[in-house]
């Protein structure tokens, strides 16, 4: 009897609990799609704000999950940019790059050679395209695929070369961009 009466009271305030659950608005993604999008937090302590210049250099090293997902850098510039776009953030104050080394580089390989190595269609590449129209500046260290033997012509032809992805970590630092490294 003990045992049936805290089960009971268990169950009413977990369901009592559903009550206060907080009914919030679907994400928005009006920039990139495929990635995460923003949900506006009212009264949020910080929230995007359109006289802000937003100078970020995203450090792209991680390979996705599965070779059918995007890149998790590419996911991370992408809600970004989401972020500010749904933030009313003027395109001039919002200075983003990308530069991908390491395991990532597989992700920004052109259609042919990617399928060649996967057996899918690549998914980066449109979202690739929609960063670069975003302004997003797209880099790839040119030491790794020089270590790797990797051809530059063989990946997407949104991306420029660099010479190293920590020269350009240092550079852009250098220039009060922040890092955030995926």
């Given at each position: 009897m003990v045992v049936k009466t805290l089960v009971l009271v268990a169950l009413v305030f977990l369901f009592s609990l559903a009550g206060f659950a907080q009914n919030w608005p679907a994400p928005k993604a009006p920039a990139?799609?495929?990635?995460?999008?923003?949900?506006?937090?009212?009264h949020a302590a910080v929230a995007p704000d359109p006289k802000t210049a937003y100078r970020v250099i995203f450090d792209g090293t991680k390979a996705a999950a599965k070779p059918d997902n995007i890149l998790p850098v590419i996911n991370a510039a992408g809600g970004v940019l989401n972020d500010l776009v749904v933030g009313k953030v003027p395109q001039r104050n919002r200075q983003l790059a990308i530069v991908f080394?390491?395991?990532?580089?597989?992700g920004i390989l052109d259609n042919a050679h990617f399928?060649?190595?996967?057996?899918?269609?690549?998914?980066?590449?449109?979202?690739?395209?929609?960063?670069?129209?975003q302004g997003?500046?797209?880099?790839?260290?040119?030491?790794?695929?020089?270590?790797?033997?990797?051809?530059?012509?063989?990946?997407?032809?949104?991306?420029?070369?660099?010479?190293?992805a920590y020269l350009v970590l240092i550079n852009y630092?250098?220039?009060?961009y922040a890092v955030m490294l995926f």
């Open positions: 990139i799609p495929e990635a995460d999008g923003y949900v506006v937090i009212p080394h390491g395991p990532a580089v597989d399928r060649a190595k996967y057996g899918i269609d690549n998914p980066n590449l449109k979202v690739l395209s929609s960063l670069k129209q997003v500046v797209l880099l790839v260290c040119g030491q790794h695929l020089a270590a790797e033997h990797i051809d530059p012509k063989i990946l997407s032809p949104d991306i420029t070369v660099a010479s190293d630092q250098n220039r009060g």
